[in-house]
């Protein structure tokens, strides 16, 4: 089965420090996703990527959140000015041909 | 907004009971999808629906749409220890050629042997 690969697995950043989780998705998908899960809760919707621009976002992806393909195949979720409310597992996605969405194994930030 | 809503929150059955989760959109669906989570790990892909109405079968489980494309029923038979996990659906709204999927509140289901 095709793999969408997430690092890093748990980070552990201070309060108001920036961080960027990576997502290698799978090749020749076309639709990336960044979703988030506090613990015990749902899978929220951050943002949608297609064609190397956002096509949607949620009201929770403000500007604190943005998201980028520097090099045309990693996919990354940057996180500026931290706060312990965005403690949760951000998962990446990806949608090829029968809209199956693979997530990844997720990322489990921790703001402390 | 689009607001995708499932009961029970929590089911604890007897291994060998039946069991059953609702989801219910807000809004029309273009398909949807279900989703099982174990403790720790990710949502893995069960099924989709796409048309009005449509039942699908997997071995013990038993996926339903409704005819008005707003809600759907996943049904466990014989529930086995393996099945413990959340379920989650996930109701895809389409859009200008793009497809934004939102979960719902998830079942999470306990099994006793």
């Known amino acids: 089965e095709p793999e969408v690969t997430q690092t890093p697995s748990h980070q552990v950043t201070q309060m108001g420090q920036e961080v960027i989780l990576r997502c290698v998705p799978i090749s020749n998908h076309l639709y990336f996703y960044w979703y988030r899960q506090i613990l015990g809760q749902k899978v929220e919707f951050l943002v949608s990527f297609y064609n190397n621009e956002i096509s949607e976002k949620s009201e929770i992806f403000d500007d604190q959140f943005s998201v980028e393909r520097p090099d045309g195949s990693n996919f990354t979720l940057k996180i500026r000015s931290t706060k312990l409310e965005d403690s949760a597992m951000y998962f990446c996605?990806?949608?090829?041909?029968?809209?199956?969405?693979?997530f990844g194994e997720g990322s489990w930030l921790t703001v402390v | 907004g689009q607001q995708v809503m499932q009961i029970p929150q929590y089911q604890h059955v007897q291994e060998g009971e039946d069991f059953t989760t609702y989801c219910n959109s807000s809004?029309?669906?273009?398909?949807i999808q279900w989703y099982k989570q174990r403790p720790g790990g990710h949502p893995v892909f069960l099924i989709q629906l796409v048309k009005s109405g449509e039942v699908k079968k997997q071995k013990r489980l038993t996926f339903q749409f409704g005819e008005a494309k707003k809600n759907s029923s996943l049904h466990i038979t014989a529930t086995q220890t393996t099945d413990v996990g959340t379920y989650f659906c996930?109701?895809?709204?389409?859009?200008?050629?793009?497809?934004?999927?939102?979960f719902g509140t998830g079942t999470r289901l306990k099994v006793l042997a």
């Open positions: 996930a109701g895809c709204r389409s859009t200008s050629g793009t497809y934004k999927y939102i």
């Open positions: 996605a990806n949608i090829g041909s029968g809209n199956t969405i693979y």
């Open positions: 809004t029309t669906l273009s398909n």
